[in-house]
């Protein structure tokens, strides 16, 4: 059995205590309490080491979050390296469709833009100079060609130079 000095004592303190609680001002009481002198008692570490922050981002609606604050400040600290180090290029390359991209083209503004004068004189010009080139060639072997028939008909025993004497090498007396 219980005393009955205790139930009579824990009735009186419920009563007591329900008048000072209806009496009390809450928030009289919470102006009065210094806030930054109870944030100063909080160890962050510790409440941060308890937060799964997974779980807090999946709450996040981060497209809410962007609309209402200046994000530069916060990218200013973003290793961009080390971020796209972390994404799949190819992955994200195999979702372009490249015919959707292609079909964008303006094709008719892009060839306004082009200098195509330019661009056909230089793969013209090196066409040309290709040609040229082979075009010279083929008349050095004509030539060469054409020297030793010469050469025979007149019954020379020693080959023709290959160059003018003024423009041969000096070679050195015996």
């Given at each position: ?10 009735q ?85 469709d ?77």
């Amino acid at each position: 059995m219980t005393d009955p000095a205790e139930v009579l004592a824990q009735q009186v303190t419920e009563r007591v205590l329900d008048v000072v609680l209806s009496a009390l001002d809450v928030n009289e009481l919470a102006a009065r309490i210094d806030l930054n002198l109870v944030l100063t008692k909080v160890d962050l570490n510790a409440l941060l080491a308890r937060v799964d922050v997974n779980a807090f981002l999946a709450r996040v609606d981060v497209n809410a979050f962007l609309a209402r604050v200046d994000v530069k400040p916060l990218l200013d600290q973003v290793d961009i390296n080390e971020l796209v180090s972390h994404v799949d290029v190819n992955q994200l390359v195999a979702q372009v469709d490249v015919n959707q991209l292609v079909a964008q083209v303006d094709v008719n503004e892009l060839v306004s833009r082009t200098d195509l004068g330019a661009v056909i004189a230089s793969s013209t010009g090196g066409m040309g100079t290709d040609a040229l080139d082979a075009v010279r060639s083929q008349a050095v072997g004509l030539d060469q060609f054409v020297d030793r028939w010469v050469q025979r008909l007149l019954r020379r025993g020693r080959p023709a130079p290959s160059a003018p004497s003024a423009l041969l090498p000096a070679q050195a007396e015996p």
